[in-house]
Antibody
């Protein structure tokens, strides 16, 4: 049974880097044909896709966050991680990791629907 | 980015009655080469992550009760709960994935009348 579990600090200071890890069990990131992504939900706001990674290490980011985001995969540990730099209060949100279907066009790949989600972790940006 | 607009923001329905949620996309999510609408629906209960209910606008995810159905094409879509059960109290979101970044609607809260 696939399970995803987010971990990381619940409080981050403004201008610092938010770092989260998603540990996957019940599936191998390196053998999966699916994608692994991060979605966030600020309090009272809609869900926002942050970015995704394929097991090969190929990454896809939301243009609105691309300059501050890095997502990486650690296949031996069966984990993938999110780093979001220079955070502000606007980055306060519940962060979810998820496994999702994706598809590729002629030049790049795109996230599709999100099938399996972690429970989420609240990250607050505050001094 | 595609803007997804849901209506109503909330609705209260009696147990056993029909609930209808609408989702409108700012641009068509229909992709003609494969004749598919790139539209998904999710259910989120309090303190839980979203759960995928429907993808390709009308395909139910495995294990989802058949009282949930999706319809529509192009820019206008509907999620219908044919006979509302107590466990269906939740917020429902639509999401388009025809264009990156994928974007979500603002949610519709379903309650028991």
């Amino acid at each position: 049974q696939l399970q995803l579990q987010e971990s990381g600090p619940g409080l981050v200071k403004p201008s610092e880097t938010l770092s989260l890890t998603c540990t996957v069990s019940g599936d191998s990131i390196s053998s999966s044909t699916e994608y692994w992504g991060w979605i966030r939900q600020p309090p009272g706001k809609r869900l926002e896709w942050v970015g995704s990674v394929y097991y090969s290490g190929s990454t896809y980011y939301n243009p609105s966050l691309k300059s501050r985001v890095t997502i990486s995969v650690d296949t031996p540990k069966n984990q993938f991680s999110l780093n979001l730099r220079s955070v502000t209060a606007a980055d306060t949100a519940v962060y979810y990791c998820a496994r999702h279907w994706g598809y590729c066009g002629s030049t790049t790949c795109h996230p599709g629907y999100f099938q399996h989600w972690g429970q989420g972790t609240l990250v607050t940006v505050s001094s | 980015d595609f803007v997804m607009t849901q209506s109503p923001d909330s609705l209260a329905v009696s147990l056993g009655e029909r609930a209808t949620i609408n989702c409108k996309s700012s641009q068509s999510v229909f992709y003609s080469p494969n004749n598919k609408n790139y539209l998904a629906w999710y259910q989120q209960k309090p303190r839980q992550p979203p759960k995928l209910l429907i993808y390709w606008a009308s395909t139910r995810e495995s294990g989802v009760p058949d009282r949930f159905s999706g319809s529509g094409s192009g820019t206008d879509f509907t999620l219908t709960i044919s006979s509302l059960q107590a466990e269906d109290v939740a917020i429902y979101y639509c999401q388009q994935y025809v264009s990156s970044p994928p974007t979500f609607g603002g949610g519709t809260k379903v309650e028991i009348k």
